[in-house]
Structures are given as C-alpha cells and as structure tokens.
C-alpha cells in the first residue's frame, strides 16, 4: 500500500458505513502525479478528524486492548452523541465482541492535523480498481463484432 507523504484527496463512506475509502494523491513536480486507493471492509467503527490539508504518515495495526484502553471514554461520549453499533460500556465485553468478529483497528497518523482510527476486518489497496476503470477505451463500437 502507498500512503506514506501522499494527501488525502477525499474518502468515501459506501455501504451504508460498511466500506471506507480513502482516496490519495502524491503530487509532488517534477514527478508526474500518482493516485492510490485504500479501501476498509467490513467496517464497524470508523473516526476522522480534520481530514482537509492532510498528509498521511502511516497507518498501523494497533491491538484491540489498546484501542479500547485509549479511545474508550470517547467512545462512550460519541455513543451518546452518534451512537456506535455494539458499544458496550464494559470495554472488556466490547473488546471481546469485537474480537470474536474477526475485528481489527488501524490508526491513520497525518502530518498536518488529521486523525483516523477504523475498525474494520479487512484493509486492501484497490487503486488498480480505479486504474482499470480510466483505461476503460471509448472508442466508437459501429463495426465490432465482439460488443
């Protein structure tokens, strides 16, 4: 996966939450400007803060004891506030909930204001999704037998 100095251009939240996408740009002359495209699965749980001027530094694996330890009264905050699906005021219950789903937590550190943590099963890069589809040709089809 390629994200480290690249700036988020956008994400996207498809799948009724059940999907992120992180949509990324290194673009840095003289070189010619390069995508990559990150995608969360099976999203349970995702939180982004400031993402405007965001330059990604990393995003790492971290425990689901530490994400629970470190974000556990915010989460009961944002429960209240948004609600959060399975929360459980007893972090070791949530913490087993979430591991006995399979559940893994990243934490997306930017060197200019943003943070992230998600809470998902799966992260994939997928930017040669979105690389196949603009090589799609658009040539005119009068005269070909194979469309």
């Known amino acids: 996966m390629r994200f480290h100095?690249?700036?988020?251009?956008?994400?996207?939240?498809?799948?009724?939450?059940?999907?992120i996408?992180?949509?990324?740009?290194?673009?840095?002359?003289?070189?010619?400007?390069?995508?990559?495209?990150?995608?969360?699965?099976?999203v349970e749980f995702y939180h982004f803060v400031h993402t405007g001027g965001a330059i990604m530094l990393d995003i790492a694996e971290v425990s689901l004891s530490e994400f629970v330890g470190r974000f556990g009264d915010r989460m009961s905050q944002w429960?209240?506030?948004?609600?959060?699906s399975r929360w459980d005021d007893d972090r070791a219950r949530y913490q087993a909930a979430l591991e006995s789903d399979s559940l893994r937590v990243w934490e997306i550190a930017s060197a200019v204001g943003f943070a992230g943590i998600v809470v998902a099963k799966t992260i994939q890069d997928v930017t040669s999704e979105y690389h196949q589809r603009s090589n799609i040709s658009l040539q005119p089809t009068a005269g070909r037998s194979d469309v």
């Open 21 to 42: 996408l992180l949509h990324l740009i290194y673009d840095y002359p003289p070189r010619p400007p390069e995508e990559s495209h990150i995608r969360f699965g099976d």
């Open 5 to 19: 100095d690249f700036h988020l251009s956008g994400y996207s939240v498809r799948k009724f939450g059940g999907e």
């Open 79 to 84: 429960d209240r506030q948004h609600g959060i």
